[in-house]
């Protein structure tokens, strides 16, 4: 079945260190992949995408994330968080140029001061 | 449209009451697509649109739901016999073809079932 398992349900992580949040995806022939931001009270907002090409994408903000077909992964990064980045982040996958958006469970992105 | 617009924002209704939820996508888009979250859930899929006709409504969850996009542009989604377990927010997205540049979505209608 195709589906999006993101690892880590919550990411505690002080302000100005790095950060990876983790992505899987089922193995298809193609996939499109995403990640969107759910600041708290607003609706979901693109980051960055994957269609072709190079395989470490940039996006907003300074996040980053690389397309690793052998393991199946699409994880996010960003060297040094801000308290804005605190938010709900969320892996979406288009299987086969379906059109529909499969998204994953989300990660709570928390940066302490 | 400037964006994707949802109405109403916020809808109580009490159970077994029959709901219709509003979606106005993006000018010259010609997907739409709606979607349900859960507290703490990722949005789950129910149905795309690609023009007037559903191009996939795998995920409608029962017979209770059904949307509709007439002239291609405004989509309603229905929901017929309401649940206590329907509570939710609902997202609709919009996109040009094949969504692989990226949909933008409404803000949502966070539904309560009483």
């Known amino acids: 079945a195709q589906s999006v398992t993101q690892l880590d349900s919550q990411v505690p992580v002080f302000e100005e260190a790095p950060v990876e949040l983790r992505c899987n995806y089922s193995?298809?022939?193609?996939?499109?992949l995403f990640w969107y931001v759910q600041y708290p009270n607003q609706g979901l907002q693109l980051l960055l995408k994957y269609l072709s090409g190079s395989t470490l994408v940039k996006g907003i903000n300074g996040f980053e994330a690389e397309f690793n077909k052998s393991q199946t992964s699409f994880h996010l990064r960003k060297p040094s968080v801000h308290i804005s980045d605190t938010a709900e982040y969320f892996c979406?996958?288009?299987?086969?140029?379906?059109?529909?958006?499969?998204f994953g469970q989300g990660t709570e992105l928390s940066v302490k001061p | 449209g400037a964006g994707v617009s949802q109405t109403p924002s916020n809808k109580v209704t009490e159970k077994g009451k029959y709901v219709e939820l509003r979606c106005d996508p993006i000018s010259g888009h010609t997907a739409l697509y709606w979607y349900r979250q859960s507290l703490g859930q990722g949005p789950e899929f129910l149905i795309y649109f690609q023009g007037t006709g559903a191009a996939d409504d795998s995920g409608l969850p029962n017979d209770r739901f059904f949307a509709v996009r007439p002239e291609g542009s405004v989509s309603t989604l229905k929901i017929q016999r309401t649940e206590r377990g329907d509570s939710a927010v609902y997202l609709c997205?919009?996109?040009?073809?094949?969504?692989?540049?990226?949909?933008?979505f409404g803000s949502g209608t966070r539904l309560t079932v009483v």
């Open positions: 193995s298809s022939v193609s996939v499109y």
């Open positions: 997205a919009s996109s040009f073809s094949g969504g692989t540049y990226g949909y933008t």
């Open positions: 979406a996958v288009i299987y086969n140029q379906g059109g529909k958006l499969i």
